[in-house]
């Protein structure tokens, strides 16, 4: 069989509202299993499954016994292409965004400018909200047997 492969990521969340960035590590472990090696036979389907789960389970104990997965860990290579992409919609929306506020600096009326700001600090205020609704602790307890226990 072929060796596990480790994937590593590291998204920031919130890093565009927040003054710190908070990391993420994400673990996926892949494997391809040909359909040949999957046997037919349900009696040898079912204990060639069971022995997937014993490895999978074996993944997991090495994991909470170390802190690491036993696999080497592949990190993909950067592609130029998102970063091009990222800078053709940033200067294709951002010069006309620039633009504006140049001109509203430069008409110099007091009250245009108060706005202004007023507006970007509503659009922080919205963004940091829905941010903060995502957070797991604000999400649904269906299915959650503590808090059936709680109730009772």
Known sequence: MDEPILKI???????????HAVQFLLFT???????????????????????LYQEKDAFQEEYYRTGTYPAVPVVPPRRP????NWLFWALLLLYPLFKLLINMINSGSSLTLASF?????VASV?????????EINKG?????????QKRK
Not at 9 to 19: F, R
Not at 29 to 43: H, K, M, S, T
Not at 117 to 121: A, C, D, R, S
Not at 126 to 134: C, F, H
């Open 9 to 19: 990521s590291h998204p920031k969340l919130g890093s565009s509202s927040s003054t």
């Open 29 to 51: 472990i892949g494997r391809r299993i040909p359909l040949e090696e999957i046997p037919e036979d349900e009696q040898e389907c079912s204990s060639w499954l069971h022995r």
């Open 81 to 84: 292409w998102t970063l091009l």
């Open 117 to 121: 700001g007023f507006v970007i600090v």
């Open 126 to 134: 919205g963004v940091r909200w829905m941010i903060g609704v995502t």
């Open 140 to 148: 649904s307890t269906y299915g959650n047997n503590d808090n059936k």
